[in-house]
């Protein structure tokens, strides 16, 4: 015969067993979903093995130093989408031996060859000329630097992400008036100050250029996907993940299969993983064509090209004859 004690004891462990086998079944349907998620967003780049020139032979994100683009793009019913321009490039590489990410925005009006049409323009065109291939070929050939892997988002993903998670806290810079994503002027009104935004806000703070620079937009971009981040792989966010996996599903596309995305997780569950934002020194002004281009500073594509190649560990680019001529190719 169990004694007050005993009871109370045994239904604390009874309570405990229920909500650890929810739990497990919650996971267990969180993979499930996830699988679907991955499997139906499956889009393959496009090009001879599906490996990046850069590399020598197939990667293992489990065990190798990897990269992937992510790519921002507008096609929603308010324009073109056979004509979509990105709207947001981010580079990142991981390291697997110290557990570290660097993030570099690319500048959208960055003057660059494109290897698609063979000729220099805006990398943001890269996409409307032969979407995600073209753009990590052109990325590619910027930085001399594998791609190995690309998301593209649509801007739908990405303010249900930020929704699903019951919005990111963010110190907003100053107070801005923005259109919001449905191209509604001074939609999205924010003052100075951190505060918990919504998608929409978010978006909004991630796209504008009018307050600063194409390079400070490049920053919040970089610091608004760190907060989601931190936001996505938080314990308050377990039961969330189930509605950000719906906001993902038909707004994105990925060569990225769920087996490999096994090999980023240890980046996402290490708490001490370290996170460097990078960003290409420049300056904007016109062109001869009448076009207003962000010029890349030749010192500074080097001085990131090294940065990226050594986070990989690849060897060193060699100087080669090679090297040059794509050097005065990305002359202006």
């Known amino acids: 015969m169990f004694t007050r004690r005993k009871k109370i004891l045994f239904s604390i462990l009874i309570i405990f067993l229920i909500l650890l086998g929810s739990l497990i079944g919650y996971v267990f349907h969180l993979y499930n979903q996830t699988a679907s998620v991955f499997s139906d967003s499956h889009e393959d780049v496009g090009r001879t093995n599906e490996t990046s020139p850069f590399r020598e032979g197939d990667i293992d994100p489990v065990k190798d130093n990897t990269s992937i683009l992510f790519i921002g793009v507008d096609d929603s019913e308010h324009r073109d989408s056979e004509d979509s321009r990105s709207d947001a490039l981010l580079l990142a590489t991981f390291n697997k031996d110290d557990s570290s990410v660097k993030l570099l925005s690319i500048p959208r009006d960055s003057y660059v060859y494109i290897p698609e049409v063979n000729y220099s323009t805006k990398i943001n065109h890269a996409h409307a000329y032969g979407g995600a291939r073209a753009t990590i070929e052109t990325v590619e050939d910027f930085l001399r630097v594998p791609v190995d892997y690309y998301v593209r988002m649509n801007f739908n993903a990405f303010t249900e992400v930020v929704d699903a998670l019951d919005g990111i806290e963010y110190d907003v810079p100053y107070e801005m008036e923005e259109m919001d994503s449905r191209d509604k002027q001074d939609a999205i009104l924010l003052q100075p100050g951190l505060q918990r935004i919504n998608g929409e806000e978010a978006l909004a703070l ?17 610091e608004i996907l760190k907060e989601v981040a931190n936001k996505a792989t938080s314990a308050s966010s377990l039961f969330k993940l189930e509605d950000v996996m ?12 769920l087996p490999e995305i096994r090999g980023f997780l240890s980046y996402g569950l290490d708490k001490n993983v370290l996170i460097d934002n990078i960003n290409l020194a420049g300056s904007g002004g016109y062109m001869e064509n009448g076009g207003w281009y962000y ?9 990131i090209q090294g940065e990226l190649r050594n986070h990989l560990e690849l060897e060193p680019l060699d100087g080669s004859t090679h090297d040059t001529e794509d050097a005065d190719r990305h002359a202006y």
């Open 206 to 222: 991630a796209r504008t250029r009018k307050y600063d620079s194409d390079v400070e937009r490049g920053r919040r971009q970089q």
């Open 246 to 257: 719906k906001a993902v599903g038909s707004n994105m596309t990925t060569n990225l299969t």
């Open 295 to 303: 010029q890349v500073e030749e010192a500074s594509r080097a001085q």
